[in-house]
């Protein structure tokens, strides 16, 4: 029997009219276009998450639901994209009785509001209670800031010699998503000190990624120090966390701002 669990789910909004739709969950609610085939758009969102808008005759049919996104403070979302042009419902109807902001407020002190697309698909984001009482930052997610004193040619760095490129920028920030996390490079008047590891990646075969980087013209660190040592860039270093295997094998470099980045591969 086939198991659903060990696959992703996504949600699905249809819409009538493409271009009213982009501008709407582009333009008002600020999603970034992952994959577009012109009738379907997938905007990637936390945690490895998608909502795909596609066309469709049936689209604004549905009286429920559709989509719903988890915020960590409700009420400055609401705030901010109500003055970005979303209205949100209202209800006054147990068990959904919405406040003056269109805030619902259910047991646990759980928190949902609701708004409609252009096509009238009913939309939310919610504020989940914290059942353990773990201080907030322990339910966050985190992302790794990189200064850079050339933002445009750190740009050009991370495209040519890594591959990457922005997912989202504002003025003095580059985001960039790798899997379900991101990083990102900012406009900064200091300098990076190199002198320690400031982010890495994680990977299953770490001298086919070497030999890619080199060839893209990606300069590896020579690394002589008790207890590891590279050869060919790599250096095989003891032990490890428990949870993540034996040892580890790493590579390191620098980006074109001289912050330090590594890439790693466990041992099991």
Known sequence: MVSLKDYRCGASAAVSD?????????????????????????????????????????????????????????????????????????????????????????????KVAYFKDPDGNILSVAQAPNPTGAPALAASDVATRLPAQDLDRARRWYSEKLGLDPVEERPGGLRYRCGSTYFVVFQSMGHASGESTQMAWEVDDIEAVVGDLESRGVEFEAVDAPGMKTVNGIADIDGNYPSKGRGERGAWFRDSEGNLLGIGQVIR
Request: aromatic share 10%.
């Open 18 to 110: 493409m271009h009213r739709a982009r501008r709407f969950y582009e333009g008002v609610l600020g999603l970034v276009a992952g994959t577009d085939t012109g009738d379907n758009v997938g905007y990637p969102c936390a945690g490895d998450t998608q909502i795909n808008v596609y066309l469709s005759p049936n689209a604004g049919t549905a009286k429920f639901t559709i989509a719903g996104f988890d915020v960590d403070d409700i009420e400055t979302v609401v705030a901010q994209l109500t003055d970005q042009g979303v209205t949100f419902e209202q209800y006054d109807q147990p068990p959904i009785v919405t406040d003056a902001q269109g805030i619902a407020h259910f047991e646990g002190d759980a």
